[in-house]
C-alpha cells in the first residue's frame, strides 16, 4: 500500500524559506511512471497545483503565476525515499494546507480536484505569520 506523509513546520515568518518533506512509503520513487506533486490549499480557496517531479528527476512547474514559480523548487532525496519542497520568500498568502500526492499525468490547470491523483498525503498546516 502506496502512503505518503508531509511533514514539515507549522509556522513560518514572512519572508523565510519554506521546506517541506514528504515520505513516500510502500514504493520507490523510481519506480513508475508517475508525477510526484505538490498541491496546497489556501483558505477558502480551490487546491492549487505547485508542480512536481518525475521518477527520473524532471521537475515541472505549475502553471500558476510567475513570481510563485520562481520561488518554488521541487526535488528528491533517493536515500530517504523523499520529496521535497522549497518555496522561498513566503508571505501571508502562501498560508495553507500542503499535500504530497501521486499522478499519473500532469495538470492541465493550475486548480485541481483530488481525482487526479490516486495516492494523498494527509496535509499539512503551514503559517505564514510574524
Known amino acids: 500500500q502506496v502512503q505518503l506523509q508531509e511533514s514539515g513546520p507549522g509556522l513560518v515568518s514572512p519572508s523565510q524559506t519554506l521546506y517541506l518533506t514528504c515520505a513516500v512509503s510502500?514504493?520507490?520513487?523510481?519506480?513508475?511512471?508517475?508525477?510526484w506533486s505538490w498541491i496546497r490549499r489556501p483558505p477558502g480557496k480551490a487546491l492549487e497545483f505547485m508542480g512536481a517531479?518525475?521518477?527520473?528527476?524532471?521537475?515541472?512547474?505549475?502553471p500558476v503565476s510567475p513570481s510563485l514559480r520562481s520561488r518554488t523548487s521541487i526535488s528528491r532525496d533517493l536515500s530517504k525515499n523523499q520529496i521535497t519542497l522549497q518555496l522561498r520568500s513566503v508571505t501571508p498568502e502562501d498560508t495553507a494546507v500542503y499535500y504530497c500526492?501521486?499522478?499519473?499525468?500532469?495538470?492541465?490547470?493550475?486548480?485541481?480536484?483530488?481525482?487526479?491523483?490516486?495516492?494523498w498525503g494527509q496535509g499539512t498546516r503551514v503559517t505564514v505569520s510574524a
Open positions: 517531479i518525475t521518477r527520473s528527476g524532471i521537475t515541472y512547474d505549475s
Open positions: 500526492a501521486r499522478g499519473s499525468a500532469l495538470p492541465a490547470r493550475a486548480w485541481v480536484t483530488t481525482n487526479e491523483f490516486d495516492v
Open positions: 510502500g514504493v520507490s520513487i523510481t519506480s513508475d511512471v508517475v508525477y
